[in-house]
């Protein structure tokens, strides 16, 4: 069964995004309509023109999404509910895309908004008191694989510093990103800082967010009048897979699937855009617990396995390097709201082939990868890319 | 005074005091490949209607590491932490489960066998349990364990 689509003919339209950070006295619904209005505006559009909308939020609640999309006005276009964990706006993304892909839209919106601050104690599964798998935090989740890949490879805490003080100090130039430090983060500050799940540190764990991020994608003929002069980036492919058995699995507690999900699902993405990680200018990825960040840089295929700590040592994966990761600070530093936390990649990723990414332009930058893997067993792998990649 | 799960369905809690719980499983007749929790299709090859069985009540520790926060709801607030792994039990399945015990007990590699924790007691004063593993006890960790760790220190909390 093949995973991987490949975009005809859809380029960006338009970006938008709100800031990440604790907003609690903002209504989520007036969150996405700023992200919404953002973008629009960025596409030269109003809702009028566009022909399908895909909203996406892990909040558990209902017809939020909807309510949402209302504030940017009701013009009876069909709005479709998403929700796959931390994966959701990425998954917002590909059903956009695949929407004009497949010629059914001439414009396609992903929107998605979450409020954490709204969630504490709402009882989504892992948060209840009354659930086996409360004890289980997803610091811990992860903690397990950075423990394990110690045991396995000799991995040091210092060097998930090194990756973590690297996304610190991308955040600090991002004006998008909710941490931006006053002050070069250092390895030996983030392992400094306290405890959460040995060896992750408070500095290597993502925050909690509220925030709101849109994409509009669009026919390129259209996005091409609307935006004359503008560099044209294009969505290329896009795979997602959840979870094939195997020994290993476990049902209870959080679980993302084995990390090697993410490198079969990347294949998928690679073969459905005829490209390869040798093709890839600028990556984003599923940073929220930063040991996360060193596995994916060989499930990806940028480095073989076993040498991502190489890859570190060298600083191939930040500014200046062969394949910079999180120029917007990643999950770590720009923040993790859940839903619009893959919109924020995207947002980042066309700011870069764009060539618009001030104080963290990728120079040259022809094609963006962005991934996320989501709670339950989901992965998922993107692929943007400036015009005449990929055609 | 009686101990009630935290949850139904994932485990028994035998009456007698000093019997220690037992996990509750699923074996998929067809492909013979065994769960954890219960479920009735088979995850492998998709057989429908496994049959119930009870898991080992012990197993290794494939990965674990140290929660510096306290246990959610429990009642003995002097811990600081708690250990979270996922032991591979003998049947095949992987379960993430909180230890009983300190920041050194534990190695990967390790032994473990299952317990109960009590987190609280409910509005009918009955103790809330839940399962956890602590380093076995009949000498299976002697010079086992690489890494280190004192498993018969193990700090039993309760």
């Known amino acids: ?156 805490p210092e060097q998930f510093a090194t990756i973590a003080a690297k996304n610190w100090n991308y955040g600090a130039v991002c004006p998008f990103a909710h941490r931006q430090s006053d002050h070069v983060v250092t390895p030996d500050e983030v392992l400094a800082a306290r405890m959460v799940a040995e060896p992750l540190t408070t500095m290597m764990c993502c925050p909690p967010d509220d925030g709101a991020a849109c994409i509009i994608l669009a026919r390129e003929d259209l996005v091409r009048s609307r935006q004359p002069g503008r560099p044209l980036v294009r969505a290329l492919a896009s795979a997602l897979t959840s979870e094939t058995y195997s020994p290993g699995h476990t049902f209870v507690g959080p679980v993302v699937g084995p990390a090697t999900m993410t490198r079969d699902t ?10 390869g990680p040798e093709d890839v200018s600028v990556a984003y990825c599923h940073d929220a617990f ?14 073989a396995e076993g040498e991502g700590e190489k890859l570190v040592a060298e600083g191939e994966t930040g500014p200046g390097g062969r394949i910079p990761f999180n120029t917007d600070g990643g999950l770590l530093a720009r923040g993790h709201p859940g839903g619009p936390t893959g919109v924020a990649q995207l947002h980042e990723a066309v700011l870069q082939l764009r060539g618009d990414a001030a104080g963290r332009q990728v120079e040259g930058a022809r094609v963006a990868l962005a991934h996320l893997v989501g709670g339950g067993s989901i992965a998922t792998v993107n692929l943007l890319g400036v015009e005449g990649v990929g055609t | ?30 492909c013979d490949e065994v769960f954890f929790p219960r479920r009735l299709v088979c ?69 473990v066998e ?45």
């Open chain 1, 1 to 156: 069964m093949k995973h991987g689509l490949r975009f005809d003919g859809v380029a960006v339209a338009g970006i938008g995004m709100v800031r990440f950070g604790m907003f609690k006295e903002i209504p989520g619904a007036h969150l996405a309509r700023d992200a919404g209005l953002l973008a629009l505006h960025d596409a030269g559009m109003t809702l009028a023109d566009v022909d399908e909308a895909f909203v996406g939020y892990i909040q558990p609640a209902p017809m939020i999404g909807i309510k949402a999309m209302k504030e940017l006005g009701l013009t009876g276009l069909p709005v479709t509910h998403i929700e796959d964990a931390s994966a959701t706006g990425l998954v917002a993304f590909r059903d956009a895309a695949w929407a004009v892909s497949s010629g059914r839209a001439d414009v396609a919106m992903a929107l998605c908004f979450d409020k954490f601050t709204d969630m504490t104690g709402t009882g989504g599964r892992g948060a209840g008191r009354d659930q086996i798998d409360a004890p289980i935090l997803p610091a811990a989740y992860f903690a397990l694989w950075a423990q394990r890949r110690m045991h396995d490879r000799g991995t040091t």
């Open chain 1, 266 to 275: 990347a294949l998928e993405c690679y073969e459905a855009a005829s490209l």
């Open chain 1, 290 to 303: 930063v040991n996360e960040e060193l596995e994916y840089y060989e499930l990806l295929g940028f480095c």
């Open chain 2, 1 to 30: 005074m009686a101990r009630v799960p935290i949850e139904k369905g994932f485990f028994r809690v035998p009456d007698d005091p000093t019997e220690g719980p037992r996990l509750l499983g699923s074996h998929c007749p067809a």
């Open chain 2, 43 to 111: 995850a492998k090859c998709l057989h429908e209607g496994t049959e119930d069985v009870e898991l080992s009540p012990r197993g290794r520790i494939w990965t674990w590491t140290y929660c510096h926060v306290p246990l959610f709801g429990k009642k003995d607030a002097d811990v600081a932490g708690y250990g979270v792994a996922q032991v591979d039990l003998p049947e095949g399945p992987r379960v993430q489960s909180i230890l009983s015990g300190g920041p050194d007990d534990f190695a990967i590699g390790m032994e």
């Open chain 2, 114 to 158: 299952i317990d109960l924790e009590t987190l609280r007691t409910n509005s009918k004063g009955d103790d809330v349990v839940i399962y956890r593993f602590r380093p076995a006890r009949d000498g299976a960790n002697a010079g086992g364990a690489a890494g280190g760790g004192t498993p018969a220190g193990g700090g039993d909390a309760s």
